[in-house]
């Protein structure tokens, strides 16, 4: 029987008993620093973490970490409608939030399997309609400027969206105004271009953290365009360029491991501070499909970077 069930004896001493307590409150406060130091640093740093330690499979998994659900929106608003995907969970406080265009001619059925794939994966996506099939990548970025403007003012899942913490996305000519789009307002978290067609080709005045692919065979936006153009991004800009060996000018329209577990990364990189994920592109983990990789390693979000210069 331990000494905290035994009936008290006369025998005891007040010095003995003042030595128990001061022994019970040492274990205490040992105990205490334990459970502090169990909980992983980077999520008491990063309020903006979501979901489980990421590993390679899970970056190229169809689904990920969180169910999700979407929402349809009618044309209006600045833009042609489109579809937001989104985590049902709520238990974790809000999400970052990515708007995506499709290209010249294309439709967001097009480019579809990115809404549930990013979504599952802690993300609210809102692909988008163009208001016209053929509208410029200026235009193009002007709407996916609006459309974050609604899905963070009027959209259902305005709640669960964090409005400081957006980035945008597209392809071809929507890729374009996706980086029309970072120009434009570099408070974005992210910016992604899948073989983006910039009539300037120049990202001289880009500030956000800007993810470039472009595809070997293509011949309306060849590889040799996209390499000059990610020149031109500022040395003090996060950036990256991803050449996919093989791939022509349309090949995001189908489902694909090579572009989710890279793109994966960076939007979890940039817009929930999270650098768990740097793993897999600093330096690039998985070389399996890509011809030819570039980045500005080590890529540090700009949160980090400024907690970093403060220490």
Not at 2 to 27: G, H
Not at 36 to 64: D, K, L
């Amino acid at each position: 029987m331990s000494d905290e069930n035994r009936t008290p004896s006369a025998s005891r001493t007040p010095s003995i008993t003042l030595v128990r307590r001061a022994l019970t409150a040492i274990a205490l406060a040992a105990g205490l620093a334990a459970t502090s130091a169990a909980q992983p640093a980077s999520a008491a740093a990063n309020p903006y973490q979501r979901g489980p330690a990421p590993t390679a499979a899970s970056v190229a998994a169809v689904t990920g970490p969180f169910a999700t659900a979407s929402v349809s929106v009618p044309r209006g608003n600045g833009f042609g409608g489109g579809v937001i995907y989104y985590p049902t969970d709520t238990s974790q406080g809000t999400f970052g939030g990515l708007a995506i265009s499709p290209g010249l001619n294309g439709t967001w059925p097009g480019i579809a399997w990115l809404g549930p794939r990013l979504a599952s994966q802690g993300l609210i996506v809102f692909g988008i309609e163009t208001n016209n099939l053929n509208d410029s990548p200026t235009s193009r970025g002007t709407q996916l400027l609006a459309a974050l403007d609604y899905l963070t003012q009027r959209s259902s899942v305005r709640s669960r969206l964090d409005p400081g913490r957006l980035a945008v996305a597209g392809h071809s000519m929507g890729g374009g105004g996706a980086l029309d789009a970072a120009l434009r307002r570099p408070s974005l978290k992210a910016a992604i271009g899948n073989a983006p067609y910039l009539p300037s080709n120049s990202l001289a005045g880009d500030r956000v953290p800007t993810l470039i692919y472009a595809m070997q065979n293509d011949t309306l936006v060849p590889p040799s365009r996209l390499t000059s153009l990610y020149n031109t991004i500022p040395a003090t800009t996060e950036r990256a360029y991803l050449e996919i060996t093989g791939a022509g000018h349309n090949y995001i329209g189908q489902p694909s491991t090579t572009l989710a577990r890279t793109m994966i990364p960076w939007l979890k990189i940039f817009v929930d501070n999270d650098t768990r994920f740097s793993q897999f592109l600093c330096p690039l983990a998985d070389q399996s499909g890509i011809r030819q990789y570039r980045s500005s390693c080590p890529l540090v979000p700009a949160t980090t970077r400024a907690l970093t210069t403060a220490g």
